[in-house]
């Protein structure tokens, strides 16, 4: 897998105990106007329990991305583009303009790649418990319960810090998603995880309703 490159925020492995990320195949769902209704996080946890390290119990929480359906009608996502191909949508692009892009890495969702500094410029998203952060490390970097709401806060260049992404200009995609991708964002708005079992189908379109979610371990 590719790596990451050329970060301003310092992306870190995420800490003991925060979610990873899986990583799905690709998709494209359709452009549609930002939504800007609070996520709504719909859990489905595991029936098995761990022993913890001081003799309590834990358990695997598998979350659905929450506001899937906002990315994938947000014109700035682009679904699968690798960090060559983002540069080169970016180069000659103005001081913050930005793209959303699912990461190159296994156990990250999404990255944002952006102009700063005449430059072309990669960062990680990172989940730690349910809150999206460019560094979960960090205790100073702004979380969001939303990856929407984590683009919005670092979009006003008067607030944005030199060494924050600046994400003031969205580059709006130039192709429409497909129709079974457009479906899935949908559907995954109105279950869970654990619930995706209930609905009529067959494993394999099971499994891929699932691909967009977060794992973490509860103590």
């Known amino acids: 897998r590719s ?13 003991a105990g925060a979610p990873t ?12 106007p930002l939504g800007l209704e609070a996520p709504v996080w ?12 001081e003799g309590g119990c834990s358990y695997t929480d598998y979350i659905l991305v929450p506001d899937l359906l906002q990315i994938n009608n947000n014109p700035c996502y682009w679904g699968v583009l690798n960090r060559f191909e983002a540069e080169e949508l970016l180069d000659g692009q103005p001081e913050g303009t930005f793209l959303l892009r699912d990461s190159a890495q296994d ?12 430059r072309s410029l990669h960062a990680r998203i990172e989940q730690n418990g349910k809150r999206f952060s460019f560094d979960v490390r960090d205790p100073c970097m702004y979380r969001d319960p939303s990856v929407m ?5 670092y979009s006003d260049p008067a607030t944005c810090l030199f060494f924050e992404p600046l994400l003031s200009k969205p580059l709006p995609r130039t192709f429409p998603f497909t129709l079974q991708h457009m479906c899935r964002a949908v559907i995954c708005s109105c279950t869970t995880y654990q619930g ?7 494993p ?9 979610h977060i794992k973490f371990t509860v103590i």
């Open 21 to 32: 990320a899986t990583r799905p195949s690709p998709g494209r769902i359709s452009a549609a």
């Open 149 to 153: 709401g984590l683009l919005r806060h």
């Open 3 to 15: 790596h990451e490159a050329q970060t301003l925020v310092p992306n870190v492995a995420s800490a």
């Open 42 to 53: 719909r859990t489905g946890t595991l029936p098995a329990l761990m022993r913890g390290a």
């Open 107 to 118: 156990e990250f969702l999404f990255s944002v790649s952006f102009r700063r500094f005449s």
């Open 204 to 212: 394999q379109l099971r499994e891929y309703l699932r691909q967009y």
């Open 196 to 202: 995706v079992d209930n609905l009529p189908l067959p």
